[in-house]
C-alpha cells in the first residue's frame, strides 16, 4: 500500500538540514538516514537491557524500552501511512523517543531529578537531545548523529509546544536551550504531523502492552481490570462469546490487539475530521495551529483514562513494583552522590571531562553516565561500589 503524502506531510525536499551540512545520500531520504543513525547508535541498543515496567525483569516475554520502542514505531508507521505523512520522519522520531530514559524506567528519571536538583534537575526529553547532538560519537567532525531538524524537532516537541506564551529560554531545560541557540527548533509551537503520530502511538502501545505484561505477570486478573475498565472488559466479554472455549496466552492477545486496533481507528478518525475542519497547507502550517492534528476523540481519551488509572493503581504502584522502585530510587540516588563527590572513579573516558568533585559540570558528567547505564549495569555496579543490597 503506497503512502500518499497529504498537503500537510512534511517532504524531505523542504528539510531545514543538519546543524552540521553533510552530502546528501544518493540512496536515502534524509529522514532514512536519520532513522538508520538512530537504530545503529549505542544508545538504541542499551535500550535492549532498560525497564520498561519490570526492573531487569527475569521473564524472556516482558518488555524492555528496546520492544516498546519498536512496537511504537509499527503502530506509528501504520497510522502514518493512513493519514499520508512521511513513514520515515514518524519511525525516526518514535524510535528515538525513550533514548533519554534512564535505568529503572521512570523511577529512574524521578531519582535523578531528585538527586541533580541544585544542578537543574533531569528531564527525560532533554537528555533524549543530549544522546543525539553531543553523547554518541560515531562521526568525524561533529558529535552526536547530526539528524534532521525535523527529526530533533519532533523528538523534543512530540507532546507539544515547549514555550508556552509569556515563557522564554530561562525556562527551557539546558540542552534543548543550548542547541535551540543554534539550530532554532521552534519551540512554542506544536510539532509537524509525524512526531504527532509518533507521540499518540507511544500512549497506545505502552497502555495496552503494560496491560498485557501485568496480566502476565500476574499483577492482576482479566477480571479486575473486567469490571474496573468497563471498555476493556466489553472487548474480552465479545470474544469469550464468540469464542467460549479461549483462555490465557491467546485471549489476552487477541483483546489486546483488538483494543489497540479500536484506538488506532480512532486516532485516524479523529485526525481526519481535524485536518478537514482546519485544512493546514503546508507541514509549517500544522505547526501554527491552535491545537494538535493528531488525537483521540474525546469518548476514547476517557477510556484511554480509565485503562491508565487502572494501571497505575495495579501495576505501576503494585507493591511488588513498589518495592523494586524505592530499590532502584535508593541506587542511583547513592551513585550520584558517590560519584560527585569522588569524580576520579568513573571511567577514564567520562573522568577526563569532569573538574573538581560537587561541581556543577561533574554532576552534568556524572548524570549522563548514570542515566545511560542499563537495569543490569546499575545494578551490578551498585553492587561493586557499595556492597550487595
Known sequence: MKNTLGPYATR???????LHPETASE?????????????????FRRLMHKTQVFISPEGDHFRTRLTHSLEVAQIARAMARTLGVDEDLTEAVALAHDLGHTPFGHTGEDALDDVTRPFGGFDHNDQALRVL???????????????????????????????KAGEDESDLPTTIATYNRQHDLDLHTFAGMEAQVAAIADDVAYNHHDMDDGLRAG?????????????????????RKAHPNLAGEVLIS?????????MVEDVVS???????????????????????????????????RGLKAFLFRHMYRAPIVNAERERAFKIVCDMFRH???????????????????????????????????????????????????
Not at 491545537?291 to 476523540?297: C, D, H
Not at 563527590?341 to 556543577?360: A, G, I, M, Q, V
Request: proline share 5%.
Open 219 to 239: 499483577l492482576f486478573t482479566i477480571d479486575e481490570v473486567s469490571d474496573e475498565v468497563p471498555h476493556v472488559g466489553q472487548t474480552f466479554a465479545d470474544i
Open 254 to 262: 487477541e483483546a489486546v490487539r483488538r483494543l489497540i486496533g479500536e
Open 133 to 163: 547532538v553531543l553523547l554518541e560519537n560515531r562521526y568525524v567532525g561533529f558529535h552526536g548523529l547530526n539528524l534532521s531538524w525535523e527529526t530533533l524537532e519532533g523528538v523534543v516537541k512530540h507532546n507539544g509546544p515547549l514555550l
Open 339 to 389: 560519584y560527585l563527590k569522588n569524580p576520579d572513579l568513573l571511567p577514564p573516558e567520562w573522568r577526563s571531562y569532569c573538574d573538581e568533585p560537587f561541581s556543577r559540570n561533574s554532576a552534568r558528567i556524572v548524570t549522563d553516565y548514570i542515566a545511560g547505564m542499563t537495569d543490569r549495569f546499575a545494578l551490578n555496579e551498585a553492587e561493586r561500589l557499595f556492597g550487595k543490597s
Open 27 to 43: 540512496t536515502r531520504t534524509p529522514f532514512q538516514r536519520d532513522r538508520d543513525r538512530i537504530i545503529h547508535c549505542t544508545a
Open 270 to 304: 479523529e485526525s481526519k475530521q481535524r485536518l478537514v475542519a482546519s485544512a493546514p497547507k503546508d507541514a509549517n502550517e500544522v505547526r501554527h495551529l491552535d491545537r494538535p492534528m493528531v488525537a483521540f476523540s474525546d469518548g476514547m481519551r476517557e477510556k484511554e
Open 12 to 18: 524531505w525536499q523542504d528539510s531545514r538540514g543538519r
